[in-house]
Protein backbone atom coordinates (compact mmCIF):
# COMPACT_ATOMS: atom_id res chain seq x y z
CA UNK A 1 0.00 0.00 0.00
CA UNK A 2 2.87 2.43 0.64
CA UNK A 3 4.14 1.61 -2.65
CA UNK A 4 1.15 2.86 -4.19
CA UNK A 5 0.87 5.94 -1.90
CA UNK A 6 4.51 6.85 -3.68
CA UNK A 7 3.47 5.84 -7.13
CA UNK A 8 0.26 8.33 -7.09
CA UNK A 9 2.77 11.36 -5.44
CA UNK A 10 5.11 10.78 -7.98
CA UNK A 11 2.49 11.17 -10.52
CA UNK A 12 1.13 13.96 -8.82
CA UNK A 13 4.91 15.53 -8.85
CA UNK A 14 4.94 14.78 -12.46
CA UNK A 15 1.98 16.41 -13.21
CA UNK A 16 2.78 19.29 -11.56
CA UNK A 17 6.30 19.83 -13.29
CA UNK A 18 4.70 19.34 -16.73
CA UNK A 19 2.22 22.49 -15.65
CA UNK A 20 5.15 24.56 -14.58
CA UNK A 21 7.45 23.61 -17.50
CA UNK A 22 4.19 24.49 -20.21
CA UNK A 23 2.80 27.39 -19.02
CA UNK A 24 0.98 27.53 -22.60
CA UNK A 25 -0.74 24.19 -22.06
CA UNK A 26 -4.07 23.25 -22.44
CA UNK A 27 -4.05 21.51 -19.47
CA UNK A 28 -1.71 23.96 -17.38
CA UNK A 29 -4.78 25.24 -15.26
CA UNK A 30 -5.98 21.34 -14.39
CA UNK A 31 -2.29 20.89 -12.56
CA UNK A 32 -4.02 22.82 -9.32
CA UNK A 33 -7.51 20.24 -9.35
CA UNK A 34 -5.28 17.52 -9.80
CA UNK A 35 -2.84 18.28 -6.87
CA UNK A 36 -5.48 18.44 -4.42
CA UNK A 37 -7.12 15.37 -5.69
CA UNK A 38 -3.93 13.39 -5.20
CA UNK A 39 -3.68 14.85 -1.99
CA UNK A 40 -6.79 14.23 -0.64
CA UNK A 41 -5.99 10.39 -2.35
CA UNK A 42 -3.10 9.87 -0.24
CA UNK A 43 -4.50 11.09 2.83
CA UNK A 44 -7.39 8.26 2.44
CA UNK A 45 -5.10 5.42 1.42
CA UNK A 46 -3.37 6.57 4.84
CA UNK A 47 -6.32 6.37 6.64
CA UNK A 48 -7.66 3.39 5.45
CA UNK A 49 -4.13 1.45 5.83
CA UNK A 50 -4.18 2.55 9.20
CA UNK A 51 -7.57 1.37 9.89
CA UNK A 52 -6.89 -1.68 8.53
CA UNK A 53 -3.97 -2.16 10.73
CA UNK A 54 -5.95 -1.28 14.05
CA UNK A 55 -9.01 -3.85 13.05
CA UNK A 56 -6.17 -6.77 12.69
CA UNK A 57 -4.08 -5.43 15.70
CA UNK A 58 -7.54 -6.01 17.42
CA UNK A 59 -8.34 -9.48 15.92
CA UNK A 60 -4.82 -10.97 16.93
CA UNK A 61 -5.26 -9.55 20.29
CA UNK A 62 -8.99 -11.20 20.73
CA UNK A 63 -7.19 -14.63 19.07
CA UNK A 64 -4.17 -14.34 21.62
CA UNK A 65 -6.96 -14.23 24.67
CA UNK A 66 -9.36 -17.15 22.81
CA UNK A 67 -5.74 -19.10 22.83
CA UNK A 68 -4.64 -18.57 26.56
CA UNK A 69 -8.61 -19.01 27.84
CA UNK A 70 -8.35 -22.44 25.70
CA UNK A 71 -4.90 -23.17 27.53
CA UNK A 72 -6.28 -22.74 30.54
CA UNK A 73 -9.15 -24.55 30.22
CA UNK A 74 -6.95 -27.92 28.81
CA UNK A 75 -4.93 -27.08 31.75
CA UNK A 76 -8.01 -27.34 33.75
CA UNK A 77 -8.95 -30.31 32.52
CA UNK A 78 -5.65 -32.70 33.11
CA UNK A 79 -5.78 -32.01 36.44
CA UNK A 80 -9.05 -33.33 36.67
CA UNK A 81 -8.03 -36.55 34.70
CA UNK A 82 -5.11 -36.85 37.19
CA UNK A 83 -7.18 -36.57 40.04
CA UNK A 84 -9.68 -38.64 39.19
CA UNK A 85 -7.16 -41.86 38.34
CA UNK A 86 -4.92 -40.88 42.15
CA UNK A 87 -8.91 -41.29 44.02
CA UNK A 88 -9.24 -44.19 41.92
CA UNK A 89 -5.87 -45.77 43.07
CA UNK A 90 -6.52 -44.45 46.68
CA UNK A 91 -9.73 -46.28 47.44
CA UNK A 92 -8.22 -49.70 46.92
CA UNK A 93 -6.31 -49.77 50.59
CA UNK A 94 -9.56 -48.78 51.89
CA UNK A 95 -11.08 -52.22 51.43
CA UNK A 96 -7.52 -54.18 52.42
CA UNK A 97 -8.55 -52.12 56.57
CA UNK A 98 -12.06 -53.54 56.16
CA UNK A 99 -11.39 -57.29 57.59
CA UNK A 100 -8.92 -56.67 61.02
CA UNK A 101 -6.91 -59.76 61.51
CA UNK A 102 -7.28 -61.36 65.10
CA UNK A 103 -3.69 -60.23 66.20
CA UNK A 104 -3.22 -57.08 67.03
CA UNK A 105 -0.45 -55.11 64.99
CA UNK A 106 1.27 -52.18 64.95
CA UNK A 107 -0.12 -48.98 63.20
CA UNK A 108 1.77 -47.29 60.43
CA UNK A 109 1.71 -44.34 59.12
CA UNK A 110 -0.40 -45.91 55.97
CA UNK A 111 -2.79 -47.72 58.19
CA UNK A 112 -3.43 -44.98 60.69
CA UNK A 113 -7.23 -44.26 60.49
CA UNK A 114 -8.45 -40.97 58.33
CA UNK A 115 -9.67 -38.16 60.68
CA UNK A 116 -12.98 -36.43 59.65
CA UNK A 117 -13.40 -33.12 58.65
CA UNK A 118 -17.31 -33.37 59.88
CA UNK A 119 -19.13 -34.63 62.90
CA UNK A 120 -19.85 -38.45 62.87
CA UNK A 121 -23.87 -37.50 63.83
CA UNK A 122 -23.62 -36.48 60.04
CA UNK A 123 -22.44 -38.76 57.46
CA UNK A 124 -24.22 -37.62 55.02
CA UNK A 125 -22.37 -34.03 54.38
CA UNK A 126 -19.97 -33.49 51.82
CA UNK A 127 -16.86 -33.48 53.76
CA UNK A 128 -13.73 -32.48 52.82
CA UNK A 129 -11.11 -34.61 50.93
CA UNK A 130 -8.71 -36.62 53.40
CA UNK A 131 -5.02 -35.22 53.47
CA UNK A 132 -2.99 -37.10 51.04
CA UNK A 133 -0.07 -38.33 53.59
CA UNK A 134 -2.11 -39.96 56.17
CA UNK A 135 -3.46 -42.20 53.31
CA UNK A 136 -2.14 -45.82 52.79
CA UNK A 137 0.34 -45.47 49.42
CA UNK A 138 -0.59 -46.60 46.33
CA UNK A 139 0.75 -50.18 44.88
CA UNK A 140 3.83 -50.12 43.69
CA UNK A 141 5.16 -46.97 45.91
CA UNK A 142 7.05 -47.77 49.27
CA UNK A 143 5.76 -46.90 52.69
CA UNK A 144 7.66 -44.33 54.99
CA UNK A 145 9.35 -46.13 57.70
CA UNK A 146 7.42 -45.53 61.29
CA UNK A 147 9.22 -42.71 63.31
CA UNK A 148 10.56 -43.68 66.62
CA UNK A 149 8.79 -41.05 68.18
CA UNK A 150 5.55 -43.03 67.68
CA UNK A 151 6.20 -46.01 69.23
CA UNK A 152 4.61 -45.15 72.68
CA UNK A 153 1.75 -44.55 70.20
CA UNK A 154 1.52 -48.07 68.78
CA UNK A 155 1.59 -49.90 72.09
CA UNK A 156 -1.40 -48.14 73.05
CA UNK A 157 -3.07 -48.95 70.26
CA UNK A 158 -2.01 -52.24 70.16
CA UNK A 159 -3.73 -51.83 73.90
CA UNK A 160 -7.48 -50.73 71.96
CA UNK A 161 -9.82 -52.96 70.28
CA UNK A 162 -9.96 -52.45 66.30
CA UNK A 163 -13.40 -53.05 66.22
CA UNK A 164 -14.30 -49.57 65.66
CA UNK A 165 -12.17 -46.47 65.09
CA UNK A 166 -11.50 -43.80 67.98
CA UNK A 167 -13.84 -40.64 67.97
CA UNK A 168 -13.26 -38.26 65.73
CA UNK A 169 -11.95 -40.33 62.62
CA UNK A 170 -14.06 -42.30 59.51
CA UNK A 171 -14.84 -45.18 59.14
CA UNK A 172 -13.48 -47.48 55.79
CA UNK A 173 -16.70 -47.59 54.40
CA UNK A 174 -16.94 -43.89 54.85
CA UNK A 175 -14.12 -42.61 53.08
CA UNK A 176 -14.53 -45.01 49.99
CA UNK A 177 -18.04 -43.28 49.96
CA UNK A 178 -16.54 -40.22 49.90
CA UNK A 179 -13.72 -41.09 46.69
CA UNK A 180 -16.78 -42.58 45.47
CA UNK A 181 -18.50 -39.51 44.85
CA UNK A 182 -15.69 -37.61 44.23
CA UNK A 183 -14.98 -39.76 41.43
CA UNK A 184 -18.64 -38.88 39.94
CA UNK A 185 -18.01 -35.27 41.02
CA UNK A 186 -15.21 -35.29 39.12
CA UNK A 187 -16.50 -37.60 35.94
CA UNK A 188 -19.44 -35.00 35.60
CA UNK A 189 -17.10 -31.95 35.59
CA UNK A 190 -15.28 -34.09 32.61
CA UNK A 191 -18.39 -34.50 30.68
CA UNK A 192 -19.16 -30.82 31.07
CA UNK A 193 -15.79 -30.28 29.45
CA UNK A 194 -16.07 -31.89 26.51
CA UNK A 195 -19.86 -30.87 26.02
CA UNK A 196 -18.22 -27.26 25.95
CA UNK A 197 -15.54 -28.39 23.29
CA UNK A 198 -18.11 -30.06 21.12
CA UNK A 199 -20.26 -27.41 21.12
CA UNK A 200 -17.22 -25.29 20.36
CA UNK A 201 -16.46 -27.35 17.88
CA UNK A 202 -19.74 -26.73 16.20
CA UNK A 203 -19.61 -23.05 16.23
CA UNK A 204 -16.42 -22.82 14.78
CA UNK A 205 -17.60 -24.79 12.00
CA UNK A 206 -20.35 -22.78 11.67
CA UNK A 207 -18.01 -19.72 11.48
CA UNK A 208 -16.29 -21.30 8.92
CA UNK A 209 -18.83 -21.93 6.89
CA UNK A 210 -19.92 -18.27 7.21
CA UNK A 211 -16.34 -17.09 6.53
CA UNK A 212 -16.50 -19.11 3.36
CA UNK A 213 -20.12 -17.77 2.57
CA UNK A 214 -18.05 -14.25 2.96
CA UNK A 215 -15.80 -14.79 0.88
CA UNK A 216 -17.81 -16.03 -2.38
CA UNK A 217 -19.61 -12.89 -1.67
CA UNK A 218 -16.65 -10.43 -1.49
CA UNK A 219 -15.33 -12.08 -4.90
CA UNK A 220 -18.31 -11.41 -6.90
CA UNK A 221 -18.56 -7.48 -5.72
CA UNK A 222 -14.40 -7.24 -6.53
CA UNK A 223 -15.28 -8.78 -10.12
CA UNK A 224 -18.19 -6.14 -9.99
CA UNK A 225 -16.11 -3.50 -8.97
CA UNK A 226 -13.81 -4.22 -11.76
CA UNK A 227 -15.48 -3.93 -14.54
CA UNK A 228 -17.27 -0.71 -13.21
CA UNK A 229 -13.75 0.22 -13.27
CA UNK A 230 -12.83 -0.83 -16.72
CA UNK A 231 -15.94 0.93 -18.03
CA UNK A 232 -14.83 4.34 -16.10
CA UNK A 233 -11.23 3.86 -17.80
CA UNK A 234 -13.02 3.37 -21.39
CA UNK A 235 -15.21 6.97 -20.42
CA UNK A 236 -11.93 9.11 -19.19
CA UNK A 237 -10.43 7.82 -22.48
CA UNK A 238 -13.41 9.25 -24.59
CA UNK A 239 -13.45 12.15 -22.83
CA UNK A 240 -9.86 12.76 -23.48
CA UNK A 241 -10.61 12.06 -27.47
CA UNK A 242 -13.45 15.02 -27.07
CA UNK A 243 -11.17 17.29 -25.15
CA UNK A 244 -8.28 17.21 -27.64
CA UNK A 245 -10.67 17.76 -30.71
CA UNK A 246 -12.43 20.81 -29.33
CA UNK A 247 -8.68 21.83 -28.77
CA UNK A 248 -7.63 20.92 -31.98
CA UNK A 249 -11.09 22.92 -33.49
CA UNK A 250 -10.41 25.91 -31.58
CA UNK A 251 -7.08 26.30 -32.71
CA UNK A 252 -8.00 25.86 -36.31
CA UNK A 253 -10.81 28.86 -35.77
CA UNK A 254 -8.37 31.36 -34.45
CA UNK A 255 -6.09 30.42 -37.49
CA UNK A 256 -8.84 31.44 -39.57
CA UNK A 257 -9.51 34.85 -37.24
CA UNK A 258 -5.62 35.54 -37.85
CA UNK A 259 -6.03 35.55 -41.43
CA UNK A 260 -9.27 37.50 -41.81
CA UNK A 261 -7.36 40.14 -39.75
CA UNK A 262 -4.40 39.81 -41.64
CA UNK A 263 -5.84 40.49 -44.84
CA UNK A 264 -8.07 43.38 -43.36
CA UNK A 265 -4.61 45.01 -42.64
CA UNK A 266 -3.82 44.18 -45.82
CA UNK A 267 -6.62 46.18 -46.97
CA UNK A 268 -6.12 49.20 -44.76
CA UNK A 269 -2.42 49.46 -45.60
CA UNK A 270 -3.32 49.65 -49.26
CA UNK A 271 -5.98 52.53 -48.88
CA UNK A 272 -3.19 54.40 -47.28
CA UNK A 273 -0.99 54.24 -49.65
CA UNK A 274 -3.62 54.59 -52.11
CA UNK A 275 -4.74 57.98 -49.93
CA UNK A 276 -1.06 59.34 -49.67
CA UNK A 277 -0.71 58.72 -53.49
CA UNK A 278 -3.89 60.95 -54.25
CA UNK A 279 -2.26 63.37 -52.22
CA UNK A 280 0.99 63.59 -53.76
CA UNK A 281 -0.91 64.24 -56.52
CA UNK A 282 -3.21 66.17 -55.71
CA UNK A 283 -0.19 68.51 -54.22
CA UNK A 284 1.67 67.86 -58.05
CA UNK A 285 -1.51 69.72 -59.27
CA UNK A 286 -2.17 72.86 -57.03
CA UNK A 287 1.79 73.48 -57.71
CA UNK A 288 0.82 73.22 -61.41
CA UNK A 289 -1.93 74.97 -61.27
CA UNK A 290 0.49 78.05 -59.28
CA UNK A 291 2.35 77.59 -61.94
CA UNK A 292 0.18 77.70 -64.85
CA UNK A 293 -1.82 80.69 -63.84
CA UNK A 294 -2.35 81.71 -67.52
CA UNK A 295 -3.82 78.91 -69.11
CA UNK A 296 -6.22 79.30 -65.59
CA UNK A 297 -9.23 78.82 -68.00
CA UNK A 298 -7.94 75.35 -69.81
CA UNK A 299 -6.72 73.96 -66.55
CA UNK A 300 -10.11 75.38 -64.27
CA UNK A 301 -12.22 72.28 -66.23
CA UNK A 302 -9.14 70.01 -64.90
CA UNK A 303 -9.09 71.37 -61.62
CA UNK A 304 -13.46 70.92 -61.61
CA UNK A 305 -12.71 66.84 -62.51
CA UNK A 306 -9.89 66.77 -60.57
CA UNK A 307 -11.76 67.99 -57.36
CA UNK A 308 -14.36 65.45 -58.35
CA UNK A 309 -12.25 62.93 -58.25
CA UNK A 310 -10.98 64.03 -54.75
CA UNK A 311 -14.09 63.98 -53.49
CA UNK A 312 -15.09 60.36 -54.88
CA UNK A 313 -11.99 59.36 -53.64
CA UNK A 314 -12.22 60.93 -50.63
CA UNK A 315 -16.03 59.49 -50.04
CA UNK A 316 -14.18 56.07 -50.87
CA UNK A 317 -11.75 56.26 -48.61
CA UNK A 318 -14.34 57.01 -45.93
CA UNK A 319 -16.42 54.61 -46.52
CA UNK A 320 -13.32 51.64 -46.49
CA UNK A 321 -12.50 53.14 -43.06
CA UNK A 322 -16.25 52.71 -42.34
CA UNK A 323 -16.00 49.14 -43.42
CA UNK A 324 -12.32 48.65 -41.56
CA UNK A 325 -14.23 49.83 -38.22
CA UNK A 326 -16.93 47.67 -38.94
CA UNK A 327 -14.46 44.34 -39.77
CA UNK A 328 -12.17 45.53 -37.06
CA UNK A 329 -15.75 45.26 -34.19
CA UNK A 330 -16.77 41.88 -35.79
CA UNK A 331 -13.93 40.23 -35.78
CA UNK A 332 -13.13 41.26 -32.42
CA UNK A 333 -16.55 40.29 -30.85
CA UNK A 334 -16.44 36.87 -32.83
CA UNK A 335 -13.13 36.39 -30.97
CA UNK A 336 -14.04 37.31 -27.56
CA UNK A 337 -17.33 34.89 -28.25
CA UNK A 338 -14.97 32.33 -29.68
CA UNK A 339 -12.53 33.13 -26.04
CA UNK A 340 -15.79 32.62 -23.73
CA UNK A 341 -16.92 29.78 -25.59
CA UNK A 342 -13.26 27.75 -25.23
CA UNK A 343 -12.99 28.88 -21.62
CA UNK A 344 -16.73 27.21 -20.72
CA UNK A 345 -15.53 24.12 -22.71
CA UNK A 346 -12.78 24.09 -20.93
CA UNK A 347 -14.21 24.31 -17.50
CA UNK A 348 -16.80 21.44 -18.18
CA UNK A 349 -13.61 19.08 -19.03
CA UNK A 350 -11.95 19.95 -16.18
CA UNK A 351 -15.14 19.44 -13.98
CA UNK A 352 -15.76 16.14 -15.82
CA UNK A 353 -12.44 14.96 -15.45
CA UNK A 354 -11.80 15.73 -11.51
CA UNK A 355 -14.83 13.95 -11.55
CA UNK A 356 -13.65 10.85 -13.36
CA UNK A 357 -10.54 11.17 -11.30
CA UNK A 358 -12.45 11.16 -8.33
CA UNK A 359 -14.52 8.41 -9.09
CA UNK A 360 -11.15 6.00 -10.17
CA UNK A 361 -9.56 6.63 -6.91
CA UNK A 362 -12.77 5.73 -4.91
CA UNK A 363 -12.80 2.57 -6.90
CA UNK A 364 -9.67 1.58 -6.69
CA UNK A 365 -9.85 2.34 -2.74
CA UNK A 366 -12.81 0.49 -2.61
CA UNK A 367 -11.05 -2.29 -4.17
CA UNK A 368 -7.79 -2.29 -1.95
CA UNK A 369 -10.33 -2.51 1.02
CA UNK A 370 -11.72 -5.35 -0.38
CA UNK A 371 -8.38 -7.17 -0.93
CA UNK A 372 -6.97 -6.90 2.53
CA UNK A 373 -10.43 -7.78 3.76
CA UNK A 374 -10.43 -11.03 1.54
CA UNK A 375 -6.55 -11.55 2.47
CA UNK A 376 -7.65 -11.46 6.17
CA UNK A 377 -9.99 -13.77 6.36
CA UNK A 378 -8.23 -16.44 4.53
CA UNK A 379 -5.57 -15.91 7.17
CA UNK A 380 -8.21 -15.93 9.86
CA UNK A 381 -10.09 -19.26 8.33
CA UNK A 382 -6.48 -20.73 8.34
CA UNK A 383 -5.95 -19.98 12.14
CA UNK A 384 -9.27 -21.54 13.24
CA UNK A 385 -9.13 -24.58 10.89
CA UNK A 386 -5.38 -25.45 12.84
CA UNK A 387 -6.99 -24.11 15.93
CA UNK A 388 -10.10 -27.36 15.76
CA UNK A 389 -7.76 -29.34 14.24
CA UNK A 390 -5.22 -28.84 17.57
CA UNK A 391 -8.90 -29.03 19.64
CA UNK A 392 -10.02 -32.11 17.66
CA UNK A 393 -6.47 -33.92 18.37
CA UNK A 394 -6.43 -32.77 22.16
CA UNK A 395 -9.72 -34.26 22.64
CA UNK A 396 -8.98 -37.59 20.56
CA UNK A 397 -6.37 -38.12 22.87
Known amino acids: MFSRCVTVVALIMGLGV ?5 EHHPYSSVVPYVLTLGLGALYLLVASYLSLRRKKDKATEEKESEDVLLIEEEEEE ?19 RKDPGPSITPESPQNKPVPSTSSPARPTSSPAPPPREERSAPEG ?16 SSTRPTSAPPEGYMTATEVQELLKRQERKFEEKLLQVELAAGEKEKKL ?73 VEVAFSDVHRKYERTKQVVDTLRRNEDTLRGAVADYETK ?19 QLANEEFENMRRTNEQEMTKMAALLKKAEMKIMSLQDAHDRKVRENQELTQLCDDLINKVGK
Not at 18 to 22: H, I, L, P, S
Not at 78 to 96: F, I, Q
Not at 141 to 156: C, H, I, M, Q
Open 78 to 96: VPVHSHSKLSSEEGTPTKE
Open 205 to 277: QQAMKDDQKEKASLGSSVSELAQSRDALMKMVGQYKGMLASLVSEKEKEKQAADEKIKGLETERNQALDDLAN
Open 18 to 22: TGAQG
Open 317 to 335: LQKQEQKFIEFQKHAEEKI
Open 141 to 156: TSSPTPRPTDTSERKL
